[in-house]
T-cell receptor, first 113, second 113 residues
Framework: ELKVEQNPLFLSMQEGKNYTIYCNYS?????LYWYRQDPGKSLESLFV?????AVKQEGRLMASLDTKARLSTLHITAAVHDLSATYFC?????????????FGEGTQLTVNP | NAGVTQTPKFQVLKTGQSMTLQCAQD?????MYWYRQDPGMGLRLIYY???????DKGEVPNGYNVSRLNKREFSLRLESAAPSQTSVYFC?????????????FGSGTRLTV
């Protein structure tokens, strides 16, 4: 059974600081995804990581994937208040057809002025 | 705008009542999914449909049924609602082929039993 674990689950940080959210998963995977969710809203796709060593960056967020370690990281650079949200990683493992996303518990990020 | 449309957005049921949550996508995706989100537990897969004409159970299927009506529509039915089914329900769709094309989520249905 595929398990996905994120840490930390809660993160309070000051504006301007850097931090990293970690995502570990238990079995080999086809794809790893990062999503953002604002309170009461749906999930917004941030990154899709397709292969070992993949690195993607968008603004102050950078995601990376190490398939050998079964680890993905979401690095936040010089945080700003607008980044306050819950961040989920999710892993897809493709069976014979279609695929299912398995989510981590989410990291609730609060960026304080 | 293209995407995943869920109805209704909010619903209150009494224990034992039944209802159907509707989901439609207009992106010509082949796979569709129903997730529930509970506080501190991320999103958990209820049922999914890898392609038109197929459905499979996810992690938490008990108390639910699904119908893949056609390629666009995938409904979730609660036959006899229970307080444990109070949750936020998200429908998602994805196009799976040789390459990953990502998952798109609907805006969610907030259900209170």
């Amino acid at each position: 059974e595929l398990k996905v674990e994120q840490n930390p689950l809660f993160l309070s940080m000051q504006e301007g600081k850097n931090y990293t959210i970690y995502c570990n998963y238990s079995t080999t995977s086809d794809r790893l995804y990062w999503y953002r969710q604002d309170p009461g809203k749906s999930l917004e796709s941030l990154f899709v990581l397709l292969s070992n060593g993949a690195v993607k960056q968008e603004g102050r967020l950078m995601a990376s994937l190490d398939t050998k370690a079964r680890l993905s990281t979401l690095h936040i650079t010089a945080a700003v208040h607008d980044l306050s949200a819950t961040y989920f990683c999710a892993v897809a493992k493709r069976p014979t057809s279609g695929s299912r996303l398995t989510f981590g518990e989410g990291t609730q990020l609060t960026v304080n002025p | 705008n293209a995407g995943v449309t869920q109805t209704p957005k909010f619903q209150v049921l009494k224990t034992g009542q039944s209802m159907t949550l509707q989901c439609a996508q207009d992106m010509n995706h082949n796979s569709m999914y129903w997730y529930r989100q509970d506080p501190g537990m991320g999103l958990r897969l209820i049922y999914y449909s890898a392609s038109e004409g197929t459905t499979d159970k996810g992690e938490v299927p008990n108390g639910y049924n699904v119908s893949r009506l056609n390629k666009r529509e995938f409904s979730l039915r609660l036959e006899s609602a229970a307080p444990s089914q109070t949750s936020v329900y998200f429908c998602a769709s994805a196009l799976w082929g040789e390459w990953n094309y990502g998952y798109t989520f609907g805006s969610g249905t907030r259900l209170t039993v």
